[in-house]
């Protein structure tokens, strides 16, 4: 019988139910952040276990802002002291990094410089001056599946989400 270790895996080849975090940062990250958050979660995910059984887990990193961290347990439920020990990581790397990645106060749209930072109490202002639109694509951060976060790439239109109501 084949061990199962804990061990990174290539995002693509996550499970379809893995469960997923998206953690947008509030500045993209310059190469040599991104190069520090990159070892730090790798090192995390091949020691990752949920109640002593090994986790197959991966993330990737989107226009070095936006980080999806993935998990599967083989079948099983990742349990509430493993999804700690993953968010204790990303509270380190919050640390270190001098950013934020665990602020949920705020929604991130698409533009052409990369990502804008919308407050959730700025909204409705936003949306009164044009600023954010029906077809305005934001991270939907309430994407917690792989194979739903697969279908966009974890992007959503407003005017086909919760957002919606804002514009009727």
């Not at 349990?79 to 380190?92: F, H, L, M, R």
């Not at 954010?132 to 934001?138: L, M, Q």
Request: proline content about 2%; hydrophobic content about 40%; charged content about 20%.
């Amino acid at each position: 019988m084949a061990t199962f270790v804990p061990m990174y895996v290539p995002f693509e080849s996550l499970h379809e139910h893995s469960k997923i975090w998206i953690y947008p940062a509030n500045r993209r990250l310059t190469k040599s952040e991104a190069d520090i958050l990159n070892e730090r979660l790798l090192a995390f995910i091949k020691i990752w276990v949920s109640h002593n059984d090994p986790v197959a887990g991966s993330y990737e990193l989107i226009n070095n802002q936006i980080l999806i961290i993935g998990a599967n347990l083989n079948g099983g439920q990742i349990s509430g002291c493993s999804i700690d020990s993953s968010v204790k990581v990303i509270k380190e790397l919050e640390h270190i990094l001098n950013l934020e990645f665990t602020n949920r106060s705020n929604l991130y749209f698409l533009d052409h410089n990369g990502y804008k930072s919308v407050a959730l109490h700025q909204l409705d202002q936003s949306i009164r001056e044009g600023i954010i639109h029906e077809d305005s694509v934001f991270v939907d951060m309430s994407i917690n599946r792989f194979d739903r976060f697969m279908i966009n790439k974890g992007y959503q239109k407003a005017g086909t989400s919760f957002l919606k109501r804002y514009f009727n």
